[in-house]
């Protein structure tokens, strides 16, 4: 982060998202480019034709955030996002998938693999461009609609729980926040609704993150749904 003079007013300028995109169809990277270059705020460092390229890439440039569509060939979406989410390396490296498919299945793939957030290719530009900004907060962007079809999947799908040995490590204050950012609740909704400060609120959702080796939020929200934590409808806590 570097300051700046102009007539007399300090400005100060922000270092801007990189993002490494990965499709396999050009019109939509040059599309998708186009929109992302446009903006002061974010810079396109690199393009991919294929998942195993997207890790590649990613490995090389360590992007703030890799946008992912979902079928690629040689190594698809999902998969390429599983293979960053594991490398320690790219820790700090964060996945939207950007797809044609709603499809249930490729969602919770997609967040399972560690991906933190999932948008359709039908997504406004602005709203594409306000997830960018929303991930690089730290909040996990998903679509409205496929917000409510996540839920009901993990509802359905009382097989595949996980131990709830897992939330023993968090406090009480820290389960009830965790509930909350499954229920799709920012950071600042949460505070106001527990009466806490917005920054007490992060801190406990990075602590049940810690505890719980969530990668981001998104995982968070998995997590929560797969232990049992949560498991009613969005909306309702």
Excluded: W
Aim: hydrophobic share 50%; glycine share 8%.
């Amino acid at each position: 982060m570097t300051g700046g003079t102009d007539g007399g007013a300090r400005r100060v300028f922000v270092e801007p998202i990189r993002v490494v995109l990965a499709d396999d169809q050009a019109l939509i990277r040059s599309g998708i480019r186009a929109l992302l270059d446009a903006e002061d705020d974010i810079e396109v460092v690199a393009e991919g034709v294929d998942g195993a390229e997207a890790v590649r890439l990613a490995a090389e440039h360590r992007p703030d955030i890799v946008l992912m569509d979902v079928q690629m060939p040689v190594l698809d979406g999902i998969g390429a996002t599983r293979r960053i989410a594991e490398d320690e390396g790219l820790a700090g490296v964060q996945v939207v998938m950007l797809t044609n498919y709603g499809d249930d299945e490729y969602v919770f793939d997609a967040l399972r693999a560690g991906a933190s957030g999932f948008l359709l290719k039908d997504t406004a530009p602005a709203d594409l461009l306000q997830a960018l900004r929303v991930v690089i907060r730290g909040d996990a962007l998903l679509s409205p609609a496929v917000t409510r079809r996540l839920i009901s999947e993990f509802v359905a799908r009382p097989a595949d729980l996980a131990p709830a040995d897992a939330l023993r490590a968090l406090t009480p204050r820290e389960l009830e926040v965790t509930a909350l950012v499954a229920h799709g609740l920012s950071n600042d909704e949460i505070a106001e609704r527990m009466v806490l400060s917005p920054t007490t609120v992060k801190t406990h959702v990075s602590r049940a993150m810690t505890k719980l080796a969530a990668r981001d939020r998104a995982q968070l929200v998995v997590m929560a749904y797969q232990s049992g934590l949560v498991a009613g409808r969005a909306g309702t806590p």
